[in-house]
């Protein structure tokens, strides 16, 4: 499966501000996903991220609030802007194993706390 | 769009037995079931997984059936250890695309 690393790790940030999460992986994918993890909670599906195209965000997600870029195959990052506390959550990104798999790997999580 | 519900929300078993965890799922377009454990602090991690042409899959202790009239499936985990105690959240995808998770159940193995 594909080697993935985040940074952030974790970080704590003020309220109104904003943080950019950066998703690497090892080899090159079609398909990126960003996915947020609230505390307790399962993963919601945030928008998928296509290289060379505008990601598709999902019901109850805008760009503006996640923008996201991916400049090319093998990068991206999504952008949490104005933030406030209720944005306090894990950040995943993840991607197919293989090229034409079904199987999906997440990278280890930002962790954002927002005060 | 889909909706994937799973039950139960905890479950409490004694190391050896059994544990069963199952999923409905409502869009019969969905054709790719992921189980996922995750553990505290740690990313979910992949551990099984069934195509909608298959009605049953095994790898070791784990195994999942699928009903796809139902529209339903399960996970299965004999022989129960320690460490088998997490977080394990259900998925429903169409040709493992966007994943639609379910809300998780937290698996305590007593000792």
């Known amino acids: 499966s594909a080697v993935i690393s985040q940074k952030p790790s974790r970080d704590i940030c003020q309220r109104g501000t904003s943080l950019t999460i950066q998703c690497q992986v090892d080899?090159?994918?079609?398909?990126m996903f960003w996915y947020r993890q609230q505390p307790g909670q399962s993963l919601t599906l945030i928008a998928t991220?296509?290289?060379?195209?505008?990601?598709?965000?999902e019901s109850g997600f805008v760009i503006d609030k996640f923008p996201i870029s991916r400049p090319n195959l093998t990068f991206s990052t999504l952008t949490v802007s104005n933030m406030s506390p209720e944005d306090s959550s894990i950040y995943l990104c993840s991607v197919h194993g293989t090229s034409g798999s079904y199987e999906q790997y997440f990278g280890p999580g930002t962790r954002l706390t927002v005060t | 769009g889909e909706n994937v519900e799973q039950h139960p929300s905890t479950l409490s078993v004694q190391e050896g037995d059994s544990a069963v965890i199952k999923c409905t799922y409502s869009d019969s377009a969905s054709n790719y079931f992921p189980w996922y454990k995750q553990e505290l602090g740690k990313r979910p991690q992949l551990i099984i997984d069934?195509?909608?042409?298959?009605g049953e899959k095994k790898d070791q202790r784990i195994a999942v059936t699928l009903n796809k009239t139902a529209k339903h499936f399960s996970l299965h985990i004999t022989e129960t250890q320690p460490e088998d105690s997490a977080v394990y959240f259900c998925a429903a995808s169409q040709y493992g695309n966007k994943l639609v998770f379910g809300a998780g159940t937290i698996l305590r193995v007593k000792s």
């Open positions: 069934i195509r909608s042409n298959v």
């Open positions: 991220a296509n290289q060379g195209s505008e990601a598709t965000y």
């Open positions: 080899s090159q994918v079609t398909m």
